[in-house]
């Protein structure tokens, strides 16, 4: 995902040093996450020299959102199916009212007659996660970190990790087994890449973690054990996706940061920067139960 800064700090120095002020200036308003749409980006005109200009692209991308809300009828789910079937879900997203399906995203609504029986897992038969509310995963990242602001969630769709079969042991805790997103493949256009590499300090392409049941729905989470796999032209990258321990799981006030893929950006020799930049990247862990 595209994450843009809220505050624009950078731009304000380089106004305040040529003698301009912020007076009078709004500064770019912070936006919902979701649209009610998820479409490609939108047919750029250029102008005769070639590609636009990097403010030209900003615009294109702060024009608002044009979701709507509780009228939404599409269904946009982590399965990538399009099929409306029970239980389906509708995030609360002032601006988006999307729908998923309760069984991909293990949750469902309190039930609002006591005594009604809870939804089932139809993989594991475990009850789904109840929520008073449901958000989809745009909306929660949108609400997990006040300081930047989802700039484009279409450069890389989401993905669940699935059990590989392979298992790794883990001293005390027994052998768990390793599941992995598989490797997942974004494109930047060159408009995209001319914006991250010169905008860097208000622009940043990230990769984000939710747990899907987790009892805290806005904060990043990174399962356990959790490290990730970068692939970008002349660039190879594996980390720990997380700063606290391996085999440390978060607390109820806790949370995780995004890892920041930024440095694939890097101008490789021989790599045309006409090209589109293609970065790979692929997340495993081991959790004590799948995620």
Request: proline share 7%; glycine share 8%.
């Amino acid at each position: 995902m595209l994450q843009h800064r809220h505050v624009d700090a950078v731009e304000a120095e380089e106004r305040a040093a040529a003698g301009g002020s912020d007076a009078g200036r709004s500064k770019r308003p912070r936006t919902d996450a979701a649209a009610a749409a998820q479409p490609p980006l939108r047919q750029q005109q250029q102008f005769a020299g070639g590609e636009l200009p990097v403010e030209e692209v900003i615009g294109q991308f702060l024009d608002g959102n044009d979701g709507l809300g509780p009228l939404n009828t599409q269904v946009r789910c982590l399965c990538a199916q399009a099929i409306r079937h029970e239980p389906l879900l509708q995030c609360c997203g002032a601006c988006c009212g999307v729908w998923q399906h309760g069984d991909c995203v293990k949750q469902q609504l309190q039930p609002s007659s006591l005594g009604a029986a809870p939804l089932l897992d139809p993989v594991t038969f475990k009850p789904l996660e109840q929520r008073q509310a449901f958000f989809c995963e745009r909306c929660r990242v949108s609400r997990a970190d006040p300081f930047w602001e989802l700039f484009d969630p279409t450069v890389m769709l989401p993905a669940r990790g699935r059990l590989t079969g392979a298992t790794v042991a883990m001293g005390v805790m027994g052998d768990l087994h390793v599941s992995s997103t598989g490797v997942l493949n974004l494109v930047l256009s060159k408009q995209q890449v001319t914006l991250l590499r010169a905008k860097e300090q208000e622009y940043k392409l990230q990769a984000l973690c939710l747990q899907l049941d987790d009892p805290v729905q806005f904060r990043f989470h990174w399962p356990m054990n959790a490290s990730v796999t970068i692939h970008a032209p002349q660039f190879y990258q594996k980390v720990n996706a997380t700063r606290r321990g391996q085999s440390s799981k978060l607390g109820p006030n806790q949370r995780d940061e995004p890892l920041d893929l930024t440095a694939a950006l890097q101008p490789a020799i021989g790599v045309s920067h006409q090209a589109p930049w293609q970065i790979s990247v692929e997340l495993t862990y081991n959790e004590p139960e799948a995620h």
